[in-house]
């Protein structure tokens, strides 16, 4: 078997409903009280009364680029890259740091 990188991305698109003085409050809502976490679903820290949301259950998913990846010993453990970028390690890390 062979392994692959497929970028992928997950798109939620639907629309909050804010109770606001104007459009740059009701941007600034959104963009600091609203939001999504994987597995929690969308949340706000505003009241209840001042938001409320119309957003799909299921995302459009979107695949982009197929990339075949390639094992290489690094350290006696398999490293997997993918074209010419090699996936760093912790080790490498560390190095760059110092």
Same mark, same amino acid.
């Given at each position: 078997?062979? *392994?692959? &990188?497929?970028?992928? %991305? =997950? &798109? =939620?698109?639907?629309?909050? =409903?804010?109770?606001?003085?104007?459009?740059? %409050?009701?941007? *600034?809502?959104? *963009?600091?009280?609203?939001?999504? &976490?994987?597995? #929690?679903?969308?949340? /706000?820290?505003?009241?209840d009364e001042t938001v409320d949301w119309d957003f799909?259950?299921?995302? *459009?998913? #979107? !695949?982009?680029? !197929?990339?075949?990846?390639?094992?290489? !010993?690094?350290k006696g453990f398999p490293v997997y890259c993918s074209?010419?970028?090699?996936?760093?390690?912790?080790?490498?890390?560390?190095?760059?740091? /110092?």
């Open positions: 078997m062979k *392994e692959y &990188v497929i970028k992928t %991305q =997950f &798109v =939620f698109e639907g629309e909050f =409903f804010i109770y606001a003085d104007d459009k740059r %409050q009701a941007r *600034e809502y959104i *963009e600091k009280h609203c939001g999504m &976490v994987i597995g #929690r679903g969308f949340h /706000s820290t505003l009241p799909p259950m299921h995302p *459009e998913k #979107r !695949i982009g680029r !197929i990339k075949k990846t390639r094992k290489v !010993i690094y074209d010419k970028k090699k996936r760093r390690t912790n080790d490498d890390r560390k190095k760059n740091e /110092s």
